[in-house]
């Protein structure tokens, strides 16, 4: 099981209150990446929403950097944790845009993307951008094929049901072979759109016991991701015991990456806090 962080400061999780990180400017963000970096964790993440409804700010949060500008500052400040989007939604985009960013994007950090995505579910943002909503689980699974064909080529084809394309030149694409995808949500569909069509699931909002009964119904192959948050944001420098038995619980249900978030006052904290996960999730750690 490996060690991921969702990135402070970038986005107020599920209306999290913040606290030193409203005044925290991009270079703490560079001292967090450059730490996990170091560290040896697998991935952060940058979410995206274009605009939140006023009357969801308090369950959603309100702060959304762009994944793609914060991405790629972050890919300059590193060398090998890898830069995960988590989510974009697929309906904002034509599928042959997401390969010329976020492949222009894998180049820019020798090869580190890893594409989190999801159908979206708040109607008002659909509107704003003119987004078709009432089928937009239907074009998300297009869009998933239609990036699975166009991500590893510069001549791009591929004939669906909401998009189609040959004839073109997109240079760049994506630099891996095979650029990891995963699907984000919170239903049992997102994990049978990730089952099908993804490498990997990156649900957000239900729990680690229902995302390890929802595992335990299906046939998840060898390889397939599941990226969790634990329960509770996690304590491991003052409750290492708690934190390696959440750890012990969230392997047990499936989990193959924890999306950590962590109780934390301050930037010398939270950089504290990832350091005491680190040394927890060792070999040599606590046990």
């Not at 950097?65 to 590193?78: N, S, V």
């Not at 072979?177 to 990997?200: E, F, N, Q």
Request: with cysteine; proline share 6%; charged share 20%.
């Amino acid at each position: 099981m490996k060690l991921a962080i969702a990135t402070p400061v970038v986005t107020n999780v599920a209306g999290a209150a913040l606290t030193w990180e409203k005044t925290a400017t991009v270079e703490d963000i560079g001292r967090v990446a450059e730490a996990a970096d170091e560290l040896g964790y697998h991935h952060l993440t940058c979410s995206e929403h274009i605009g939140i409804p006023v009357s969801e700010a308090d369950r959603r949060g309100s702060r959304y950097w762009d994944p793609l500008a914060t991405l790629g500052y972050i890919a300059a400040r590193t060398s090998t944790i890898r830069l995960a989007t988590m989510t974009l939604v697929l309906g904002y985009h034509h599928p042959l845009a997401i390969v010329k960013r976020y492949g222009t994007l894998d180049h820019v950090s020798g090869g580190r993307v890893i594409l989190g995505v999801g159908v979206g579910s708040l109607k008002e943002e659909f509107d704003v951008l003119g987004a078709p909503f009432d089928d937009r689980g239907a074009r998300g699974d297009d869009a998933l094929r239609a990036l699975r064909a166009a991500l590893p080529s510069n001549e791009p084809a591929y004939d669906g049901e909401f998009y189609s394309f040959r004839d073109l030149t997109v240079d760049p694409c994506a630099l891996q072979p095979h650029l990891p995808l995963w699907v984000g949500g919170r239903t049992k569909r997102s994990l049978r759109r990730a089952l099908t069509l993804a490498d990997g699931w990156c649900p957000f909002g239900i729990t680690v016991a229902t995302a390890g009964e929802w595992l335990r119904d299906r046939d998840v192959p060898a390889g397939f991701d599941v990226v969790l948050p634990a329960d509770r944001p996690l304590d491991p420098v003052n409750d290492p015991e708690a934190t390696l038995d959440t750890l012990h619980a969230m392997a047990a249900a499936g989990t193959t990456v924890v999306s950590a978030r962590f109780v934390h006052h301050s930037l010398e904290h939270y950089l504290e806090q990832i350091h005491a996960l680190a040394e927890i999730h060792s070999p040599g750690g606590p046990s």
